[in-house]
């Protein structure tokens, strides 16, 4: 069986967890400042700050830019759920602009039709780690004096424009997952970079519950240190333990990348040339990570998608469908109503991710291929 996604773990992660256990420090300590040290570092951030998610850390980075009730927020439909979600837990209303079917991204050209006086903040996507428009997008925000904020769950390890995605240099908050699902891991975990200091004491504050001292400022401190709570706060919390897990998966992005890259790269060869498939390739001027390989079955319907699916489950090859599409999900058809946005829903029905993680084999990928070819339905 080749399955879709395996993250790349190994003996450096053990040991760095096995020590931060014998240490006595398991919850966020020393271990999650080193590593948001060394991911500030990595992408270029003055700050990073660790949550639970990528999903707390949209939460926290919306409420952060002053997004609260009866507020909008621009996003894309064709994304994972949680983008959503995100903004409504500010109790503000999230307003879908469709994707270009080419970059499977929000289109910049549709965004400043739904813009309305309600509108504070845009959120970029960076779906399947594949970099958005960072600078159409920051120029409607700026234009219209709204906050931008990088959903890049998926894109750790790419860049733009020549700067890696998360430097901050087109928005104040950009929003990391470390799901399995994702290039790297931590089991679940997310980080929050920006540029700003302000913001990242606010992050800081709403990620552990509103207290003005954090536990090892508290701990280590040589006089007695009693803290208060200014603000309503959460536990969004990455644990130590999560955080050890972390600096081993930091050391080995650059390789992670390179290698998906390589795969990306022995797929879009053979896979290039068959009619009833298209392939998706590096945007001009940016670095995608390949977070998931996704091909499109051409003027293709769920029901073959599916037909297709199944085939290659039959050939022992996982795969699963392209991205969702939001709006057509009960949670928001009951708020919001029956919506339409035609470019999201063909991509939801054509499109399928197929197998990639580091350890795969050229020889398995070329085996995909082969039934790839095989299955592919006629366009
Ligand atoms: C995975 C994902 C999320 C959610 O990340 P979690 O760390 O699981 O909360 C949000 N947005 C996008 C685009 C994702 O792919």
Redesign the pocket.
Known sequence: MIPLARPELGEEEIALVAETIRSGWITQGPRVAEFEAAFAARVGAAHAVAV???????HISLIAAGVGPGDEVIVTPH?????AN?ILYCGARPVFVDIDPLTLNMDPARVPAAVTARTKAIMA????GRPADLAELARIAAERGLHLIE????AIGSSYRGRPIGDNTYSPLV?????P??VISTG???MVTTGDAGLARHLRLLRQHGMSVNDLVRHTSKTVVTESYPILGYNYRLTDVQAAIGLGQIARLDGIVARRRALAARYHAALSGIPAIELFTDPADCVWNY?SYVIRLRGSRAPARDAFMQRLLEDGIASRRG?MSIHREPCYTERMGPQSFPASEAASDQCVCLPLYTQMSDADLDTVCAAVRRHAPAS
């Open positions: 639970s998610n990528c999903t707390t850390g949209l994304s994972y759920i949680a983008s995100a996507v960076h779906q399947v959903d890049a769950a998926c929003c990391f997952s470390f799901h699902r994702k679940d975990g997310g977070q991205i």
